[in-house]
Nanobody, 126 residues
Framework: QVQLVESGGGLVQAGGSLRLSCAAS????????MGWFRQAPGKEREFVAG????????YYAGSVKGRFTISRDNIVNTVYLQMNSLKPEDTAVYYC???????????????????WGQGTQVTVSS
């Protein structure tokens, strides 16, 4: 089992920045593919970013590419999402997720993730 705990959400003005953290425990963190998803009110949950176990490959949704950066620290078992140039449409609950097996092209497949955090709210005001 893997436990995921997100932190770092909050209220920020448009154009501002936030850094989300996801602390993992339970299973060997450095063998997991990690992802961030988000769900806005009235919308389905969507993929935001993902990172390979080694950090050697990263994946982004088109809507956040160039503004968000995913990274991980396998020493402290934490994955981060640095969010810059935030927009009101980035407002959502952000979820950290982990999966044991990964193949390229499947990073956005929600059902392929084995573990989920409880989510952290990000609100961007205009």
């Amino acid at each position: 089992q893997v436990q995921l705990v997100e932190s770092g959400g909050g209220l920020v003005q448009a154009g501002g920045s936030l850094r989300l953290s996801c602390a993992a425990s339970g299973r060997t963190f450095n063998s997991l593919f990690m992802g961030w998803f988000r769900q806005a009110p009235g919308k389905e949950r969507e993929f935001v970013a993902g990172i390979l176990w080694s950090g050697g490959a990263v994946y982004y949704a088109g809507s956040v590419k160039g503004r968000f950066t995913i990274s991980r620290d396998n020493i402290v078992n934490t994955v981060y999402l640095q969010m810059n140039s935030l927009k009101p449409e980035d407002t959502a609950v952000y979820y950290c997720a982990a999966r044991k097996y990964f193949y390229s092209g499947s990073e956005g497949s929600e059902g392929a993730y084995d573990y989920w955090g409880q989510g952290t709210q990000v609100t961007v005001s205009s």
